[in-house]
Structures are given as C-alpha cells and as structure tokens.
T-cell receptor, first 116, second 114 residues
C-alpha cells in the first residue's frame, strides 16, 4: 500500500538553486497539501489543492509554487532556494475536501531539505 | 483566530508511567479535535479524534475527551511503553465551511525510558 509518496527524502541545495519536491498519492484523494515542519513552530501550511487544476495559498506560501495537473500528483517548487527554507516538508492528502469532515490527513514520510 | 496550545516539552517518562499531555484550543463554533503522532523518521498519522463535546476518542491505549467547558482535549495513557516514544500533535478543524483546514499545535516530544 503506497499511500502518499514523497521524493526525494533528503536534498541539499545552495542558495539560489531551484528544485521540485514530488508528491504522489494513490488513494484518489481530492485534497492535497504541503506543510513545513520547523523546531518550535509545529506544522505550517504552505499550499493546498482541492482538486485537479485548483490550488490556493496556505499560511506560508512565499517562495513556493505548486500546480495540480492530475488528481495523483502535487509537486512543490522552490524557484530560488534560501536558507530560511531549510526544513522538513510533508505532503498530505485527504478524502474529504480540505481534510474537513473526517479530519484525517494522510501524510508522506517527509523530505528533509537543507539550503546552504 | 483558531489556535491550539500544547504544553511545553519535551517529556521523559519511565516505562509503565502514566502520561498526560495537555492541549487547549481557541475556536469559534464547534470544532473537531484530533491527536496525531509522528514516530521517528515517519510522517504524521492520526491517533484519535472527537467530533463533539464530551466525546472520547481512543486508540492504542490512548484516550482524550473533548471538554467544551474547559476548551481542552488532553491526551492520556495509563501505562506508556518505549514504543510510544514519538512527537504528539494536537489539532483542530473549525468546521466553518467546505474549505476549513486543520490547525496544528507545535507538538511535544515524548521519550519513554526502559
């Protein structure tokens, strides 16, 4: 059972480089989202999508882009990496729109990004 | 706005000790409340939930009761095991509309010693 798959698990970038974190889910979930996890800050929502072709900003969207061309995939793009983007990134999906009524989000294992 | 406040950590206990992790919330209306757990090297997973006042969520020996009068959802376990070592997150969904989203607390690290 694959669930939510994130790649890569680890990545080191230099300031100014770009990269894409990949996220794929095989549960036919409409809702997908990206969070970053930082010490003492908990989880903060970056971007989310309620279906193919629809994306919206979360709490901390600056410096990140997303797109949703299929139900399965929701990549997160860093256009010009900065040290402040050093973090652990989690992709999550849900059966209910916006993780709403059931409240249950299914998380990937995370991608640890270091920006030097 | 909606928020979740968790007690400061980390917490270190001996095996078989009693566990309480405090969580209080601020929300308008009638939110749903959740506890998520993150084991080392893994993503978060739902531990338990409660959707209305006085509901008790339970799973894997953990329990939490939705207390509207004290706006709390404290997590308890009678006898912790080493395998319970993890980060625990309290979360709420305000259920204010189709796009209402989960708000997480900062998380607390639990370490259980043999």
């Amino acid at each position: 059972n694959a669930g939510v798959t994130q790649t890569p698990k680890f990545q080191v970038l230099k300031t100014g480089q770009s990269m894409t974190l990949q996220c794929a889910q095989d549960m036919n979930h409409e809702y997908m989202s990206w969070y970053r996890q930082d010490p003492g800050m908990g989880l903060r929502l970056i971007h989310y999508s309620v279906g193919a072709g629809i994306t919206d900003q979360g709490e901390v969207p600056n410096g990140y882009n997303v797109s949703r061309s299929t139900t399965e995939d929701f990549p997160l793009r860093l256009l010009s990496a900065a040290p402040s983007q050093t973090s652990v990134y989690f992709c999550a999906s849900s059966y209910d729109l916006a993780g709403g009524r059931s409240g249950e989000l299914f998380f990937g294992e995370g991608s640890r990004l270091t920006v030097l | 706005g909606d928020s979740v406040t968790q007690m400061e950590g980390p917490v270190t206990l001996s095996e078989e000790a009693f566990l309480t992790i405090n969580c209080t919330y601020t929300a308008t209306g009638y939110p749903s409340l959740f506890w998520y757990v993150q084991y080392p090297g893994e993503g978060l997973q739902l531990l338990l939930k409660a959707t209305k006042a006085d509901d008790k969520g339970s799973n894997k020996g953990f329990e939490a009761t939705y207390r509207k009068e004290t706006t709390s959802f404290h997590l308890e376990k009678g006898s912790v095991q080493v395998s319970d070592s993890a980060v625990y997150f309290c979360a709420l969904n305000p259920r204010t509309g189709a796009n209402s989203k989960l708000t997480f607390g900062k998380g607390i690290t639990l370490s259980v010693r043999p």
